[in-house]
Each structure stands twice: as structure tokens, then as C-alpha cells.
């Protein structure tokens, strides 16, 4: 206990212990002739804070005084500044939960006044706090969490270049590596505390060099270990404590380097140093060292005398672990001399204090969880708290920005109301024209096919008639005047129902099979999945047939058949139109080696039909045309695929 209070004053203590006592009785003696309440104050915490190295009753009174006042004024800052003397006040006395909730509470009144105002001092009060919570940390034997606030203090120190203060967090660094046995990590932080101690001519330096030869006697390294010993003596002799734990050091290095005899010496000198500041702790265990050396030594019975002082000095301190210890010596050396019943009854001893010590080793690792439970569930309630308060601003913010910019958004939302309307009625009406406009284009390319449609006819009655006659004509021009009436009435239509299509084709093609005396067979077929309402263009299908009959299965002078499939794919009609002709490569080649005295319109006008249909619908119309070939290469005739959006005749 004693040499980790001792490590916290380290860090914190910036004068003697008795400048602080002087300084302390200085500060109350002026506090009566304190009138202003924030004075007082700030007074009540720098009496609080001089006590830290004398009294940590002190500190606590005057800290509850000062936290006590700091809530009535609402002085945040100085409201944390009694937090942080009242978890040092609490440290010397050993009562660490209370202390850490002290550091918490600091911490939290820190942090919310930095992220109002980025002062300096307010940092650096943040980084006292940081370091305290460290050191607790460090003594729970949390080292991840110490390590984590001690490199928050450490670089908020590094930001100011406080080097007084970056001395005694790097040695602190190192203390906690050197517990943890990492003697390579411990090494060089207090390298680097030593550099700076050195340029401060820090008189502490001598405890830091103390903390590196006992690295590195740990690690076996006798000639560094004795170097830094030497180095180390003259910083360590104006404080007693230091050099009594410099003598026990250097005497367990004699120790481990067998030479006994100056070992001895050393702890004497050790227990003359303790003794100048009553220090039992230090004392029992300079007493327990020499106990176990003369032990090995087969000195029972001066093994036995110095055990036994070491023991009654424990006892008193109530040092578990250092009252174990001594019980075992005495065991040990009472069984050598063969007083067998001292031998048995100190064992017995040993055997209950050993069990106590696991069972006080026990119960502090039970606390020391409960601690950290309490510490993490507290500060994990006060992050939430932070972030709700974040929150609150942000919102706050938020709703000031709205209410700064609603007038305007006001005003200019009953503008752009009426703006938004105009065009919208302005568009609709765009939109109508265009829409008629496709219309009337489509009707007027629909038209032209009408007189497309009635030359080819007529000019086929004419030369049905000269071929096979005139009962045939008469049963022709029947046949053709139904056609024609149904031509008309679809020419008036932008859209007919596939079934009058169907109808049309029917016609259309018996027409063509009595004119050319049944040179070919057709079938029209429509899948099920097309409903009744669908519909299409009309007269769009029929100049595909009519080129399929004529540059096709008539040019090939055999026999023919021609098929006619409507299906259906997702959102499209596909019509499709096979003959086995001669094909439409050998078709074309045809025509450009006879005489052209006719120039066909039907592709040319079905293809700006498709067009409008793809504008009027905003879905892609589409024609693919292609000669079928076998394996050899032969042309097995014409396909061609037309594709229309679906459309319904409502």
C-alpha cells in the first residue's frame, strides 16, 4: 500500500512534504479573511489540494467544503477541481471506490466544459483527471484501462510540452509495465521520464533510476543493474523512503550476485533510513530480506531473530502477505534446527495466513471486478448522458435553423405553388397536342396505306381476270368489296382489336390464293395469352403478307405455305411471318437485276408507323426481317418479327 500511495504523490506532489505542511497552515490561516464567495472557493481547493501529501482527512474536509460551495455557485470548473481532491484524498486513505467515483465525476465536468470552451486550463485539468483514474486503474491491476488514461494525459501534456508533469506520467507508464513483468516497456518509459529529470535536474530522478536497475536486475543484466544503482544514489538521499527502498534494492542485487555479506550492509543501512520516518512497512520488509538470506546462509537462529521482528512489525501494519512470509521462514528454520514442535506450530501459521492471503487476494479481485463493473456501468451511463445532451444541442440547432429559414421557405413556397401549377397545366396541355398530333400522324401514315392497299388489289382483279375468267373475278370482287369495307371502317381507327386484324388477314389471304390459284397454303394462329381487349395498329400487318406472297412463295413458282403467329413476351405483341419463299436475300437481288417500274412504300411507311407508335407509348415498336437457312446454306425462305407494346382498346 505505502509504495503505491507513494507513486501517486509522485505524480501530483511538486514540493516537499514539508513546504506542502507549511504552505497548507499558510492558505488557513488566510481563509477567515475571505469575503467573496468565489474566492473562498478557489481557496478552499488549494487548502484541499496542500494537504495531499500530510493528511488525506484534510483533503477530504476541506474538498467537501470546496464541492459543497462550487454546487451553490454553479462554478463548474471549480466544482471539478474538489472532485479531483476529493478522489486524492481518498486514494491516501485507501478508499478507492469512492476515489474513482470522485475522477468519474470530475471527468464528466471537465469534458462538457471543454466542449463548450477549448481553454487551456480546462485541458489540463482533464489531464490531471485522466491520470488520477490511470494510477487507480493501475492499482486494481487494470493495466489495459491505466494504460488507456495515461496516454490521454499524456497527450494533452505533450500538447502544452508540460514536462514536469510528462516525467511523472511516463515513470508512472513504466511502474505499470515493470508489475506486469514487460521490463523491455518499462525500460523506455522511464528512459524517457529520466531525459526529462535530467534537464529539470529533477531531484526525483533518483527513483526513476532506482525503477531501471531493479528492470534490469530482473532481467538478469548485472552490470546495468549496478550502473543504474550507482547513478541513483546521490538523487535518493534526501528523501528517506527513496533511499531505504534504494538500499533494499541494491542489497537483493547483492543478493542475486552473491555477495551476502554487502548485501547485509545495505539493509542495514535500509532499516536506519526507515526508521527516520517510522516507516514499519519498510522496515518488515528489510527484516524479512535479511530472514530469507540468512536462511540460505543456514543461520537459523539469526533467520529466526529477524523473522520474527519482521513478523511483529507486520502485524502491526496488518500486512498480510509480509506476516505469511515470516510465518514460512520461521517454519523453515525451526525444522533445520530440529525444534520440531516451533516447526510445526509456525507452519500451522503459515499454512492459515497463506489461506487468508488467498482468500483477501480473493475477495480484493471480487471487489476489484465489482469496481470495474460500477466504474465501466457508470461510465457507460455518463457517455450515454453526453451523447443525449449532444443530441439535445444538435435538435436545439436544428429547430432555431428552421425557425430562421420557415418564413422564408413560406413565402416562397406559395410562389412556387403557383409556378409548379402554371407548368403543370402548361405541360398537360403540351402533352395533349403531342399526343393528337402522334394520333393524326398515325392515321395520315394509315391513309397512305389504304391507296397502297386498293392499287395492289385492283390490280390483281385485273389480271385475276385476264387469267382465269369471269366467274372467278365476280367471286373475287365479293370477296374483295368485304375486304374493302373492312378496310374502311379500320382506317377511321388509330386502334383496332386483334380479332378484326385476324379477320382482315383471313380475307386478305383467300384473296391472294384465288388470284394466284391456290400456289400456297396459310395459317393464322393467336396465342391464349392474349386477352380480347388487346389491339393493334390496322392495315399494319398486311404489307409484310403481301410481300411475303409476292417476292416470296409466288417467285419460287412452287407450292408455298405461309404462317402467321400473334404471342405474347412480358408488356409486348410479337407477330410473326414465315414463308418458305425464295427469301428475302435472293428477293432483293431479284429487283436489282429486273426493271424497276414500281417502287414499294409498304416497309418505308410501316417503319415510321412504328416510330409513332414508339413515341404515342413510350415503349419500343420494332421490325426485324431475315432469311432462314438450313445447315448447307440453302434458303429455306423468310421470317420476319414485328414487336408492338400491348395496348388495349379502352
Given amino acids: 500500500m505505502n509504495k503505491k500511495i507513494y507513486y501517486f504523490l509522485f505524480l501530483f506532489a511538486c514540493f516537499t512534504l514539508q513546504s506542502q505542511n507549511q504552505l497548507a497552515?499558510?492558505?488557513?490561516?488566510?481563509?477567515?479573511?475571505?469575503?467573496?464567495?468565489?474566492?473562498?472557493?478557489?481557496?478552499?481547493?488549494?487548502i484541499s489540494n496542500a494537504y495531499k501529501t500530510s493528511s488525506g482527512e484534510q483533503v477530504i474536509a476541506y474538498g467537501k467544503k470546496a464541492l459543497q460551495l462550487a454546487k451553490e455557485?454553479?462554478?463548474?470548473?471549480?466544482?471539478?477541481?474538489?472532485?479531483?481532491?476529493?478522489?486524492?484524498?481518498?486514494?491516501?486513505?485507501?478508499?478507492?471506490?469512492?476515489?474513482?467515483?470522485?475522477?468519474?465525476d470530475a471527468k464528466t465536468v471537465f469534458e462538457i466544459l471543454l466542449e463548450n470552451s477549448q481553454t487551456d486550463e480546462v485541458k489540463k485539468s482533464l489531464a490531471r483527471v485522466y491520470g488520477s483514474i490511470g494510477i487507480i486503474s493501475s492499482e486494481q491491476s487494470n493495466y489495459s484501462r491505466a494504460f488507456q488514461y495515461y496516454l490521454k494525459s499524456i497527450k494533452i501534456y505533450e500538447e502544452f510540452d508540460e514536462v514536469n508533469m510528462l516525467s511523472r506520467l511516463y515513470n508512472n507508464v513504466g511502474v505499470a509495465y515493470k508489475s506486469q513483468n514487460e521490463f523491455s516497456k518499462a525500460l523506455h518509459y522511464f528512459e524517457k521520464a529520466k531525459?526529462?529529470?535530467?534537464?529539470?535536474?529533477?531531484?526525483?530522478?533518483?527513483?526513476?533510476?532506482?525503477?531501471?536497475?531493479?528492470?534490469?536486475?530482473?532481467?538478469?543484466?548485472?552490470?546495468?543493474a549496478l550502473s543504474y544503482y550507482n547513478k541513483a544514489e546521490n538523487d535518493v538521499k534526501t528523501n528517506p523512503r527513496a533511499l531505504g527502498e534504494w538500499h533494499n534494492s541494491i542489497g537483493l542485487y547483492y543478493k542475486e550476485t552473491n555477495n551476502e555479506e554487502t548485501a547485509l550492509e545495505h539493509w542495514d543501512k535500509a532499516i536506519l533510513a526507515f526508521n527516520s520516518i517510522n516507516d514499519k512497512f519498510g522496515i518488515a520488509d528489510t527484516y524479512l530480506f535479511k530472514s530469507q538470506l540468512y536462511l540460505r546462509q543456514n543461520q537459523y537462529k539469526k533467520a529466526i531473530q529477524n523473522a520474527i521482528k519482521s513478523l511483529e512489525l507486520a502485524k502491526k501494519t496488518n500486512v498480510l502477505e509480509q506476516i505469511t512470509l515470516s510465518e514460512k521462514v520461521l517454519s523453515q528454520a525451526y525444522e533445520k534446527q530440529n525444534d520440531l514442535p516451533e516447526a510445526l506450530r509456525h507452519h500451522k501459521l503459515f499454512s492459515k495466513f497463506q489461506d487468508s492471503l488467498s482468500n483477501e487476494q480473493s475477495i480484493r479481485k471480487g471487489v476489484q471486478a465489482e469496481m470495474n463493473f460500477e466504474y465501466e456501468k457508470k461510465e457507460s451511463l455518463e457517455k450515454l448522458e453526453r451523447e443525449k445532451e449532444e443530441l439535445i444541442r444538435v435538435e436545439?440547432?436544428?429547430?432555431?435553423?428552421i425557425?430562421?429559414?420557415?418564413i422564408a421557405i413560406a413565402a416562397l413556397f406559395l410562389f412556387g405553388f403557383i409556378f409548379l401549377y402554371y407548368n403543370k397545366t402548361q405541360l398537360k396541355k403540351?402533352?395533349?397536342?403531342?399526343?393528337?398530333?402522334?394520333?393524326?400522324?398515325?392515321?395520315?401514315?394509315?391513309?397512305?396505306?389504304?391507296?397502297?392497299?386498293?392499287?395492289?388489289?385492283?390490280?390483281?382483279?385485273?389480271?385475276?381476270?385476264?387469267?382465269?375468267?369471269?366467274?372467278?373475278?365476280?367471286?373475287?370482287?365479293?370477296?374483295?368489296?368485304?375486304?374493302?369495307?373492312?378496310?374502311?371502317?379500320?382506317?377511321?381507327?388509330?386502334?383496332?382489336?386483334?380479332?378484326?386484324?385476324?379477320?382482315?388477314?383471313?380475307?386478305?389471304?383467300?384473296?391472294?390464293?384465288?388470284?394466284?390459284?391456290?400456289?400456297?397454303?396459310?395459317?393464322?394462329?393467336?396465342?391464349?395469352?392474349?386477352e380480347d381487349a388487346v389491339a393493334i395498329s390496322p392495315l399494319l400487318i398486311q404489307p409484310l403478307v403481301e410481300n411475303a406472297i409476292i417476292h416470296g412463295v409466288v417467285a419460287k413458282k412452287e407450292k408455298g405455305t405461309i404462317t402467321i403467329d400473334f404471342s405474347t413476351d412480358q408488356n409486348t405483341i410479337i407477330c410473326t411471318i414465315i414463308d418458305n419463299g425464295i427469301g428475302i436475300d435472293n428477293s432483293v437481288k431479284l429487283k436489282k437485276e429486273s426493271v424497276q417500274i414500281h417502287k414499294s412504300m409498304a416497309l418505308d411507311i410501316i417503319r415510321k408507323r412504328l416510330k409513332m407508335i414508339t413515341k404515342l407509348t413510350n415503349a419500343k415498336a420494332s421490325l426485324?426481317?431475315?432469311?432462314?437457312?438450313?445447315?448447307?446454306?440453302?434458303?429455306?425462305?423468310?421470317?420476319?418479327?414485328?414487336?408492338?407494346?400491348?395496348?388495349?382498346?379502352?
Avoid: W
Fill in 25 to 46: 497552515d499558510s492558505l488557513v490561516s488566510t481563509l477567515p479573511q475571505k469575503t467573496d464567495r468565489v474566492e473562498k472557493l478557489k481557496l478552499l481547493n488549494a
Fill in 73 to 104: 455557485l454553479k462554478e463548474k470548473r471549480e466544482e471539478g477541481n474538489a472532485y479531483i481532491n476529493l478522489g486524492n484524498g481518498n486514494i491516501i486513505l485507501g478508499n478507492y471506490e469512492k476515489a474513482v467515483n470522485y475522477f468519474l
Fill in 195 to 224: 531525459v526529462i529529470q535530467q534537464q529539470l535536474n529533477d531531484k526525483n530522478i533518483g527513483i526513476t533510476l532506482t525503477n531501471m536497475a531493479n528492470c534490469y536486475l530482473k532481467l538478469k543484466k548485472y552490470p546495468e
Fill in 396 to 401: 436545439e440547432a436544428k429547430q432555431n435553423k
Fill in 403 to 406: 425557425k430562421l429559414t420557415f
Fill in 430 to 530: 403540351r402533352l395533349t397536342l403531342q399526343n393528337e398530333l402522334i394520333a393524326y400522324e398515325q392515321k395520315a401514315l394509315h391513309l397512305q396505306m389504304n391507296p397502297h392497299f386498293i392499287f395492289n388489289c385492283l390490280g390483281a382483279i385485273s389480271g385475276f381476270i385476264i387469267n382465269n375468267g369471269t366467274d372467278h373475278a365476280i367471286k373475287y370482287l365479293a370477296k374483295f368489296s368485304k375486304l374493302m369495307r373492312l378496310t374502311l371502317e379500320y382506317s377511321k381507327e388509330v386502334l383496332i382489336p386483334i380479332e378484326k386484324e385476324i379477320e382482315s388477314l383471313q380475307n386478305y389471304l383467300e384473296l391472294e390464293q384465288l388470284r394466284f390459284n391456290n400456289i400456297f397454303d396459310f395459317s393464322i394462329t393467336k396465342s391464349e395469352t392474349i
Fill in 624 to 650: 426485324e426481317c431475315f432469311q432462314i437457312k438450313d445447315a448447307n446454306g440453302k434458303s429455306l425462305g423468310t421470317k420476319v418479327i414485328i414487336y408492338l407494346p400491348i395496348q388495349y382498346i379502352d
